[in-house]
């Protein structure tokens, strides 16, 4: 049996058709339980990416999201909000966060978010900031952007050497984000990345 490629979807509602985000991941889940998409790879996760909702109406996508998640066992990651009053009914292991919002947060916010989240995710574009947040603490790296994205139209890609020299410098998971889809993946993970993020193709699926 081959190992399958460990995926993190990032969410983008303004993607999928009506905007309707709900709708999406569901019919994305749906597919992949019934082995009609992804068969090469595991959701280890989705990332809930809408950057440009109030924390209300966060709040309230969360609501919408988090019932699906649970109900094909997929870990739903939270987005830059860091501060959120999470209702306890919801058990959310994960967060994800910009290299400056983390680099940013005092001692004890970060050690607060540390004990609240099992695995704190963060955004890194080069190895300096992929080595300080290591030490800052965080659980794993977005690393991009690898190949050429519309999300990232006239900038250079950093490639899959990026990913090279992240791998032989971190001891944390590297999780590869950037025009990658189901055909160049494997290549990602050869370089030595944990996982691989896609979000155009899953939000247009």
Known sequence: MINKIKLNIISNRKLCENENLEKQIEKISSAYEKKMILENFEIVALTLREKDLDKNEYLKLIEEIYPICQKYKINLILHQNYDLNLD????????????DIFKSLNQNIKAELIKKYKRIGVSIHSLYEAKEVENLGASYVVAGHIFETDCKKGLEPRGLKFVKDL??????????????????????????????????SMMKY
Request: charged share 15%; with cysteine; hydrophobic share 35%.
């Open 88 to 99: 306890n009914k919801y058990n959310i292991e994960g967060i994800h966060l910009s290299y």
């Open 167 to 200: 791998s032989s410098t971190l001891t944390i998971p590297i999780f590869a984000i950037g025009g990658i889809d189901e055909k160049n993946s494997q290549s990602v993970i050869d370089s030595g990345a944990f996982g691989v993020c896609m979000m155009s």
